[in-house]
């Protein structure tokens, strides 16, 4: 491990790195890369854990922007070397508006591009998603996929349709000169839904559960596969990616990776049972309670009314018609792509992203009594 100060050289700009996947790969940086000399935090809402950080060897700069605003990206970025892009409106449930999805996900991902032509900034990587890819809006399973593998990607949603859209920016910018004539190189992760210490879908879900005496009640089929895979591991992979981009610029630039580990394949219910189960919660019932045309008129009802009550009040609940079709479709990956470009194996097996993860909910469960 290189620990002279010589080594200590490279600055890295980390937008969105107080959100949840953000924090992890902060984290990561801090622990797995000994070339850092200052890591730079861009996010519009600052958290306080990063005050525990600043007093470690590497210099920690907090900067409260907003990607949608070029100028803040452009001063935030000067002097990087390396820029991970992770901030992005994660919106399924139409609490944001499709122009304001649209502004931060895709012009925010323009404005960071420019930035890196402009200050110099040679390496761009950026989180994507599985979303850019599918489900689709005709419901298609992907079924144990990998980057070549061939499917219709339609989207209709602000969403996907935003990743997809900021996606394809990234990776036609690679090549690029940036300046002092240098070519960008780009690359994009598309984590399948990612879990762990910090994920809020899952505390909502455990939340729900403690109200309803300690029981979920089953909407999906078990046969219905959805890929997911441990923040750590998605965090790992953005270190790994970062760091080697550079010297594999000719194989990696403008490419896509899923990112994958070992966690099993199991419907997103039966998945998130692995470790609400644990922690007191049971799913009531083998086969999903409701029939599935009574759960297409629960989720458009709920569109409904969030259309009607719009003007008054923010009413997005978990079921819609598009989370439904999302849940209710097969997504699964099975590549080892990462791991013949850059080496990538998980850094966390399943049962210590089990443990962890587990852990973790038990700690809301102490923290809420
Ligand atoms: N959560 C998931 O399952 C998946 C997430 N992703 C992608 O990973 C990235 C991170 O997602 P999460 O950590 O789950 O979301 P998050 O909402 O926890 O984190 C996003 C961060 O970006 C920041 N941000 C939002 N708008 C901003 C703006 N205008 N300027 C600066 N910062 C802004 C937020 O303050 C937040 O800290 C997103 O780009 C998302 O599309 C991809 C696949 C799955
Ligand atoms: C009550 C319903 C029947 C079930 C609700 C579950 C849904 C809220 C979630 C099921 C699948 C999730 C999505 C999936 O993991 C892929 C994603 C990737 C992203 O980039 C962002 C998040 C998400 C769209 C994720 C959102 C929640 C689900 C739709």
Redo the contacts with the bound molecule.
């Keep these: 491990m290189a620990n002279s100060a010589q080594a200590q050289k490279l600055v890295y700009l980390v937008?969105?790195?107080?959100?949840?996947?953000?924090e992890h790969v902060v984290r990561m940086l801090l622990q797995q890369e000994p070339r850092l000399r200052e890591l730079r935090i861009?996010?519009?809402?600052l958290g306080p854990w990063l005050e525990e950080l600043k007093t470690g060897p590497v210099q920690v700069t907090a900067i409260q922007?907003?990607?949608?605003q070029a100028h803040e990206v452009a001063a935030a970025m000067d002097g990087a070397h390396v820029v991970i892009h992770?901030?992005?409106?994660?919106d399924v449930f139409g609490r944001a508006s499709p122009k304001t999805i649209h502004e931060?996900?895709v012009q925010?991902t323009q404005n960071v591009i420019e930035a890196c032509v402009q200050t110099g900034t040679q390496f761009l990587v950026y989180?994507?998603?599985?979303?850019v890819v599918g489900p689709n809006i005709k419901g298609h399973p992907f079924y144990r996929g990998n980057e070549d593998t061939p499917y219709e990607a339609v989207h209709k949603h602000p969403y996907p349709c935003s990743?997809a859209l900021a996606e394809r920016l990234v990776l036609e910018a690679n090549g690029r000169k940036v300046r002092g004539g240098l070519p960008l190189v780009t690359c994009a992760l598309?984590?399948?839904?990612?879990y762990g210490e910090g994920h809020?879908i899952m505390r909502d879900f455990y939340h729900q559960g403690l109200r309803l005496g300690g029981r979920l009640f089953r909407a999906i089929p078990t046969s219905v596969e959805h890929g997911r895979v441990y923040v750590g591991n998605v965090a790992w992979m953005h270190v790994l990616v970062a760091r080697e981009l550079e010297q594999w610029a000719a194989l990696m630039g403008g490419q896509v990776y899923f990112c994958y580990d070992k966690s099993p394949y199991k419907s997103y219910e039966d998945f998130n049972m692995e470790f609400l189960g644990p922690c007191g919660l049971r799913l009531v019932g083998a086969r999903p309670l409701l029939p599935y045309w009574l759960l297409v008129l629960l989720a458009t009802l709920n569109a409904l009314l969030q259309w009607l009550l719009r003007p008054l009040l923010l009413y997005a609940p978990l079921l819609n018609p598009y989370t439904l079709a999302v849940a209710n479709t097969t997504f699964t990956v099975s590549t080892n792509k990462a791991q013949r470009h850059f080496g990538y194996e998980p850094l966390f097996s399943w049962e210590d992203s089990r443990t962890r993860t587990i852990r973790w909910v038990q700690a809301l469960e102490s923290s809420a009594q």
């Design positions: 937008t969105g790195g107080c959100g949840f996947l953000g861009f996010d519009l809402h922007g907003d990607v949608t992770i901030a992005g409106l994660v931060v996900n925010g989180t994507s998603s599985m979303e990743k598309r984590p399948t839904g990612i809020q």
